[in-house]
């Protein structure tokens, strides 16, 4: 009966892992940290001043959060006002403002990736730069 408990969990965390196979590359930087690895605007500033591979793409990366943030603005207040206008119920009210912030968010990141041209540089990566350079900088270790 162990064994098919180990099967089930091992075919689990293999579907899972097919799935999240980005966590691994965060996985040093989250797993296991005593201390929280913290930075600052000048830091990040600094990082895409000195490292010309990879400061293109996570200034790009950082751009492209202020599209999402204004999405998330505008679709929050457009679907939160449509749903009071029409129903003046407050739980709905509320619920469409949650919705509209996460379909706002989801459209503007769109936009921003499209109009940055996100897709053609690996920000993922230049996120793991980044976050090795404050790892060396600030000499925490996890």
């Known amino acids: 009966m162990a064994e098919t408990g180990d099967s089930v ?20 930087f989250i797993d296991g940290r005593h201390k929280p690895l913290s930075w600052s605007d000048s830091d990040v500033d600094a990082f895409i001043a000195c490292d010309p591979v990879h400061g293109p793409a996570l200034k790009s990366a950082r751009e ?7 999405g998330s603005v505008l679709g929050a207040a457009n679907l939160a006002g449509i749903a009071w206008k029409y129903s003046k119920s407050p ?4 619920l469409s403002l949650a919705a ?5 968010w989801t459209f503007g990141h ?5 109009y940055h041209q996100l897709y053609r540089m690996d920000s993922m990566g230049a996120q793991v730069k980044f976050l ?3 790892e060396s900088k600030k000499g925490v270790s996890s």
């Open 100 to 104: 509209g912030a996460v379909f706002g």
């Open 9 to 28: 969990f091992g075919s689990l965390k293999e579907f899972v892992s097919d799935r999240f196979w980005f966590v691994e590359k965060y996985h040093k």
């Open 132 to 134: 090795e350079w404050v």
């Open 91 to 94: 739980h709905g009210t509320a």
């Open 64 to 70: 492209v959060t202020k599209f999402a943030a204004v």
């Open 110 to 114: 769109e936009i921003g990736n499209h």
